[in-house]
């Protein structure tokens, strides 16, 4: 199984950012880093290429990178894109989250 | 075997070195016999292109479709660009990056793209020069070249087709060719007078790594600038007027009197014009001197203020330990002769300052080539996450492993206990969660922070790590503005097998890691809530009927016990009843609180304070 799952609409935007930034042999750097509210916090960042043990997630182009400690985290996640009134942005759907902070963005495991 | 490279991709002219059998860095010839290759990137309507000394001359016949200096534009955005960069050049400034059109707008370059041409160019001369592929290379920039146009750079090294192990400071460059950082520790200045721009640079060095204590410059000041005065006086002398045409043709002539003053006393030739004419050329060093001088005098309030910047402005600046000349202009005297009196002491004149830069480039990338000097990781990213331990053990990582060198987060902090006047800064290194896993890089303590109750305080910690590895932590407290740092060498002493080690075994662990840290830092939000509540108790326990504080009591009770367990979200679950069942505490406590403060005023007296004063 990928470390992460991307939906339609985040790979996408994902395409759509990396084809902007000129950079389309790049890919999005996802991971939890210990932190925030509640425990951990997810962090997303534009990387060239993968780092070395990364797993790599290429949805038709758009591309995820995960080192392996996030990846353990991350199992079974999807990330969206999501468009609401409120914000637009990626999500996290973490089956693994038990309790997570109002703001969606740190999570207890 | 490929061999590593370095280039000067400069301004106004480029270069490319290696380092032969021999271990002697020496700089390959690229354009007919020379090593400078013109940064000039000529786009015909033909759709071919003609880079270096071709483009260069064909500049002024085709100004539009010729891109000089386009270093200027590295990395820039709209509305970045300088008006008296932009020149004749037609942008394109649609998109989020700046584009140059030419040829008649039929085409439309990036900078990357047009650095890209003089790269190309480069390598392949080199691969010619050497009889073989290149291998690795290291790109040198300006000490003051942010982010973005550091990424620019290197976007452009790879889109020529290079392997780029990293860029390295132009000055830092220098100073590696001569050797320097084969001494224990020093101060130096380098003082970069190239054809049109200025940079002067102070570097400290400790074990073996530089470090950019300071930078100025110039971006229009430099050897044209000499020629484009004697141009004129020579122009004068002869009684012609200075149109375009003259001009460039008196430039040229500027040029080769002022080489030939920098070792003959007086010089006297004729120089062909375009249209027929002869210039007679007469002069000597000291009418040299005389005309420049003015320009060169220019250097010197912005090498006094990088001397400040570098807090090294007592003594009249002889507190640096060597001077290192880059850019052609520096081989004239009078430079030489201004240099040695604002440093205070003889410059290094050895090499060629032409090639320095590259010739030390070519040095890091063999050093690079060869698996690093020192056994020190050379990487353009970071290896392992940098973090601050918290309350209670755990570590905030601040820079998160794999991000792009040069790197710098920001994050705040605030105090854990009433009147808490210190913090302990201890940064750390790793991937682990706990500060015991990880390698202790320093430690620190900001004193001086105002008594106020825990919480209040804001202090700012921030971790940068710039081209060479460095890392620099400080820490503000932004109230009273008191400021600490510290700096180490994030790399220090680590291999690569050890790097493997750590990160091996912060997957091994990662559960148990994690469990680890939600634990302490429940138990420390655990104890903070039982803190505050029982003060508050004490202060506004009439607040509160028996009943209702028998209720929090009770959730206290429940919650110290689930603090002695090791079960987290049962620490977490009582954190969050807890803070269910005070909430009308607090509430109450806040409007007594206010109550007390506004007490024999009138509201309206509180609205007054936020009207404007003309309003009154």
Known sequence: MAAIAISEPAARQIRALLVQKGTPQGGLRVGVKGGGCSGLSYFMDWADGPAKHDEVVDEGGARIFVDPKSALFLKGTTLDFQTSLMQTGFVFKNPNVKTACGCGESFTI | ?616
């Open chain 2, 1 to 616: 075997m490929a061999r590593a490279i370095g280039i000067d991709l400069g301004t106004t002219n480029s270069l490319v070195a290696y380092v032969d059998d021999r271990n002697r860095p020496q700089v390959v010839v690229v354009d007919g016999k020379k090593a400078l290759l013109p940064s000039a990137v000529h786009y015909r309507m033909d759709g071919g292109i003609e880079v270096g000394g071709a483009a260069k001359r064909g500049a002024a016949e085709k100004p539009v479709d010729t891109i000089l200096s386009v270093k200027r534009f590295m990395g820039r955005g709209p509305g970045d660009i300088q008006p008296e960069d932009r020149g004749i050049y037609h942008f394109d400034e649609t998109g989020s990056l700046v584009k140059l059109a030419v040829n008649h707008g039929k085409r439309s370059v990036t900078p990357v793209e047009v650095s890209a041409e003089i790269l190309r160019v480069l390598k392949r001369r080199a691969a010619e020069h050497l009889s073989g592929p290149v291998g690795g290379c290291v790109l040198t920039v300006p000490a003051y070249f942010d982010d973005a146009q550091r990424q620019a750079t290197k976007d452009a090294g790879r889109l020529a087709g290079l392997d780029v192990f990293r860029l390295v400071n132009e000055p830092t460059a220098a100073a590696l060719a001569y050797g320097l950082d084969k001494r224990s520790q020093g101060t130096f200045a380098i003082y970069d007078l190239g054809g049109g721009t200025f940079d002067v640079s102070i570097l400290k060095l400790t074990d073996g790594v530089f470090e950019v204590l300071s930078t100025g410059g110039d971006t229009h000041l430099g050897g044209d600038d000499f020629d484009r005065v004697v141009a004129e006086r020579l122009l004068a002398e002869n009684d012609l007027s200075s149109s375009p045409m003259l001009l460039r043709g008196a430039i040229a002539a500027a040029q080769k009197v002022r080489e030939a003053l920098t070792y003959q006393e007086m010089i006297e030739i004729d120089v062909d014009l375009p249209g027929g004419r002869i210039l007679r050329a007469k002069l000597s060093r000291d009418d040299l001197e005389a005309l420049i001088r003015p320009v060169v005098e220019r250097t010197t309030e912005t090498c006094l203020g990088a001397l400040r910047d570098a807090g090294l402005a007592q003594n009249g600046g002889k507190k640096v330990d060597g001077v290192v000349l880059v850019g052609g202009a520096t081989r004239t005297p009078l430079v030489r002769r201004h240099v040695k009196s604002i440093f205070g002491q003889e410059p290094l004149t050895d090499l060629d300052p032409d090639t320095v830069v590259a010739l030390g480039a070519a040095v890091q990338a063999d050093a690079l080539d060869k698996g690093g000097r020192d056994d020190v990781l050379l990487l353009d990213v970071i290896p392992l996450s940098l973090g601050v331990e918290m309350m209670g053990g755990v570590v905030e990582k601040i820079i998160l492993r794999n991000s792009t060198i040069p790197a710098s987060a920001t994050q705040q902090f605030t105090t854990y206990a009433d009147g808490q006047t210190g913090m302990v800064v201890h940064a750390l290194q790793g991937e682990r969660e706990l500060a015991r896993d990880c390698r202790s890089l320093a430690r620190f303590t900001l004193k001086g922070i105002p008594p106020m109750p825990a919480g209040l305080a804001r202090v700012e910690i921030t971790y940068s790590v710039d081209a060479d590895g460095i890392l620099a932590v400080s820490a503000k407290e932004l109230t009273t503005g008191i400021e600490q740092k510290i700096q180490v060498k994030a790399t220090y002493g680590l291999s690569e097998d050890e790097v493997e080690r750590m990160l091996v075994e912060s997957i091994e662990h990662a559960g148990e890691d994690v469990a680890e840290r939600f634990l302490v830092e429940w138990r420390i939000e655990g104890e903070r809530i039982i803190q505050s509540l029982e003060s508050a108790f004490q202060v506004d326990g009439e607040l509160l009927s028996p009943d209702e504080r028998a209720h929090i009591e009770k959730r206290i009770k429940g919650l110290r016990e689930a603090m002695t367990t090791d079960d987290y979200l049962a620490i977490k679950a009582w954190i969050e009843s807890t803070d269910g069942a005070s909430k009308a505490f607090a509430e109450r406590r806040m409007n007594k609180h206010i109550a007390r403060a506004m007490a024999g005023h009138r509201v309206d007296e509180f609205a007054g304070q936020v009207r404007p004063p003309d309003d009154q």
